[in-house]
Nanobody
Framework: QVQLVESGGGSVQAGGSLRLSCAAS????????MGWFRQVEGQEREGVAA????????TFVDSVKGRFTVSQDNAKTTLYLQMNSLKPEDTAMYYC????????????????????WGQGTQVTVSS
């Protein structure tokens, strides 16, 4: 089992920055991939960024490339999403997720490949 708790959401003006954190506990073998997803009510969930915790390699959806970075702490217990140059279209509930590599390596931005999810943190960007 893996437990995930997000924090760091809030309201910011366009062009601003936020850093989301995801505190992870439980089996490290179930956290080979950790990702950030977002969802606007009434819309499909979107994979934003993900990291393969074994080697630190990461992937991003095109719309956030160059603006968002994803990282983990040395102990691999906290996942971060640094969001810069935020736009109103980044407004969403952001979720942290984790999965073992057998599930997630084929596509780290596919939500259905993830087994464990946090409760989410809201990000609101005003114009």
């Amino acid at each position: 089992q893996v437990q995930l708790v997000e924090s760091g959401g809030g309201s910011v003006q366009a062009g601003g920055s936020l850093r989301l954190s995801c505190a992870a506990s439980g089996s490290i073998f179930s956290r080979d991939c950790m990702g950030w997803f977002r969802q606007v009510e009434g819309q499909e969930r979107e994979g934003v960024a993900a990291i393969y915790t074994r080697d630190g390699s990461s992937t991003f959806v095109d719309s956030v490339k160059g603006r968002f970075t994803v990282s983990q702490d040395n102990a691999k217990t906290t996942l971060y999403l640094q969001m810069n140059s935020l736009k109103p279209e980044d407004t969403a509930m952001y979720y942290c997720a984790a999965a073992p590599q057998m599930s997630c390596r084929s596509d780290m931005l596919r939500g259905s490949n993830y087994r464990y999810w946090g409760q989410g943190t809201q990000v609101t960007v005003s114009s």
